[in-house]
């Protein structure tokens, strides 16, 4: 688990290798072991290293083969790297190190841009060709580790974050009309290649782009979960599924460090602690957090996590949060997201990485079981929902407001004129390989909301600790189990249905069968006291008045009642305006 930065310049150009240096301390905390760049006239590659596999000198990045003329910089694992590799040594390749960078160098040597279709794991990488001059641009499946690109005339540089790229300089900063209709409707994800600023943009997931000498280049899907039914007799859904989480969760105990679990105390992350328990994992290090109550709401679920420890015998550390730690955490936050990502739960894993990458340097988490298993509230309803129906079902469920709300909310020079968000569920919904509603749903949450909000959540503010999160929900093999799995079997049970009678016999009932939990954060949910000033300060600032994203009457009756107006899935309306202007003034936009 790397940060990695890059200049790609076509023809004859030379790369700006001190735009790339610009790049690297943004990308400082993802990798706090070193820091490596490799320059090759009209290319250059940085990299800051996290020790994770092979801590030698030898695993380190950019990483280069002579002998096969490649260069690669890489971030992520492939946790299936020992079997490839064994598989290359009998092609005849040798190894001067024990990592998995150099056995994706090798793979792509041996099979070209399809090596990514053979690797198990979480990876952003860039391989240049030292002889052609092409260079190649991949992302994981699921698109748990990010690249961001910012492409002007001559030149195409990445990072791992969009900050870094801000550091080089160059790019266009204005907002994006398109992606912030997306903020303010799509539950406040902006898809692929969409950011919020016009001139960055991020490579989609399970998306390979080979870019040659003169600029011009190609692009490539490998990869998407199929939904066509496999003839599985419903009694055996949850076996199979046990069983297949369970191979996910030991793909992911690989490596050269302990690894520990972040335990929320809900069924997801359980059940990976009593599988890696019942695998004959001892001195388990788990970790939970809890916040100050307010509004109303527990701040806290030690209750059930507390449970799990002392069941499975984890090293168990509860960490606290009061006010004094969480005020200063949000700016720190925001700094750390690579787009605006309004859930509160930032701030919680924010603090929660802060503390764990004191004991441990990799983790499991249990993200991605409620996208792929039909764990949320959205989905009960579009059962039943007829197909030609499903796009405004799912509208009606999922989207933060209407489209016609934004005339009174955003001030006219941002509006668009059509409805992107609608258009772009309507384009989803309605490709073939979905069958029922909420099969399109859950094909579209995986591939969009799952990569642009709980993943991307995770990762950046894990990374900015240096700190590897690992998501078994998101082992893609699970994944296509999971999408061909009956929407009935799924939606069981209140939700993931399937998951609570495959975890029955592990994980305790009390666990299973309890209301379903989420990262409670009260101090964001109830704006208050000096949370609620931040929030004031931020609109009020001369950028966000020069700006003039919002009406002013909207932000001013929100001001006057901070707490009450709620997107369709209950987030606070003014949280969402808020964030977004504190992220664009933290990044001096």
């Known amino acids: 688990m790397c940060g990695i930065a890059g200049e790609i310049c076509y023809g004859d150009r030379p790369a700006d290798t001190e735009a790339v240096r610009r790049m690297m301390p943004c990308l400082q905390s993802r990798g706090p072991d070193g820091e490596g760049l490799w320059d090759d006239g009209r290319l250059a590659f940085g990299h800051r290293r996290l020790r994770i596999i092979d801590l030698s ?16 910089v890489f971030n992520g694992c492939i946790y299936n790297y020992q079997e490839l590799r064994e598989e290359l040594q009998g092609y005849g390749y040798t190894f001067f190190s024990t990592s998995d960078t150099e056995v994706i160098l090798k793979a792509y040597h041996r099979w070209g841009a399809d090596c990514v279709t053979r690797f198990l794991g979480m990876f952003a990488f860039a391989i240049a060709e030292h002889a052609s001059g092409t260079v190649t641009l991949a992302r994981d499946r699921l698109g748990i580790k990010p690249m961001y690109l910012a492409e002007t005339p001559g030149r195409l540089r990445f990072a791992s974050t969009l900050p870094a790229l801000l550091a080089a300089g160059g790019a266009d900063t204005t907002i994006d009309k398109v992606a912030l209709h997306h903020y303010m409707t799509f539950h406040s994800v902006v898809p692929a290649p969409r950011t919020i600023l016009t001139g960055i943009r991020k490579l989609p997931p399970a998306t390979v782009r080979v870019i040659q000498k003169d600029g011009t280049s190609t692009e490539r899907v490998y990869w998407e979960a199929n939904h066509t039914r496999l003839q599985v007799a419903p009694a055996d859904w949850a076996g199979e599924l046990r069983e297949r989480l369970r191979l996910a969760v030991e793909r992911r105990m690989v490596a050269d460090v302990p ?17 890696l328990a019942e695998q004959g994992q001892t001195g388990l290090t788990t970790f939970s957090i809890g916040f100050d109550a307010g509004g109303g709401e527990s701040g806290d679920e030690f209750e059930y996590s507390d449970l799990i420890a002392r069941k499975f015998g984890t090293t168990h550390h509860q960490i606290r949060i009061g006010q004094e730690r969480f005020l200063p955490a949000v700016e720190r936050t925001v700094a750390a997201m690579s787009e605006p990502m309004v859930s509160h739960d930032c701030i919680a894993f924010n603090l929660l990485s802060e503390d764990v990458a004191k004991h441990v340097k990799v983790v499991q988490s249990g ?36 489209h016609g709300e934004l005339a009174r909310q955003l001030n006219p020079e941002w509006l668009t004129e059509n409805d992107p968000s609608l258009e772009f569920v309507a384009a989803s919904f309605a490709r073939s390989g979905a069958t029922t509603a909420v099969d399109a749903a859950l094909r579209l949450d995986s591939q969009v909301m799952l990569v642009d909000d709980p993943v991307k959540r995770v990762d950046n503010m894990t990374m900015a600790w240096g700190l590897e999160a690992r998501v078994p929900f998101l082992d893609h093999e699970l994944v296509e189990f999971a999408a061909v799995c009956p929407p009935e079997v799924k939606l069981a049970q209140g ?3 399937v998951l609570k009678d495959a975890a029955r016999g592990l994980v305790p009932d009390e666990v299973i069968d309890r209301p379903k939990g989420y990262f409670p954060v009260p101090g964001i949910r109830h704006l208050e006291g000096p949370m609620l000033e931040k929030v004031r300060d931020a609109l009020h600032a001369t950028a ?14 929100l001001l006057a009642d901070p707490n009450t107006p709620r997107t369709t899935l209950g987030a606070n309306q003014l949280w969402q305006l808020a964030l977004l202007e504190m992220w664009l003034q933290d990044k001096g936009i």
């Open 57 to 72: 000198e030898n695993g380190r990045q950019p990483m280069t083969d002579e002998q096969l003329g490649l260069t690669v």
């Open 259 to 275: 690894v520990g679990v972040l335990l929320s105390g809900g069924l997801d992350s359980s059940f990976i602690v009593a599988l």
């Open 367 to 402: 993200q991605g079981a409620d996208e792929i298993l039909a764990g949320y509230s959205w989905y009960p309803p579009l059962a039943g929902v007829d197909r030609d129906k499903a796009v405004e079902a799912y509208a009606k469920e999922f989207f933060d407001r209407p």
């Open 495 to 497: 939700g993931k249905g």
């Open 544 to 557: 966000a008045r020069d700006r003039g994203l919002f009406r002013t009457e909207y932000t001013d009756a």
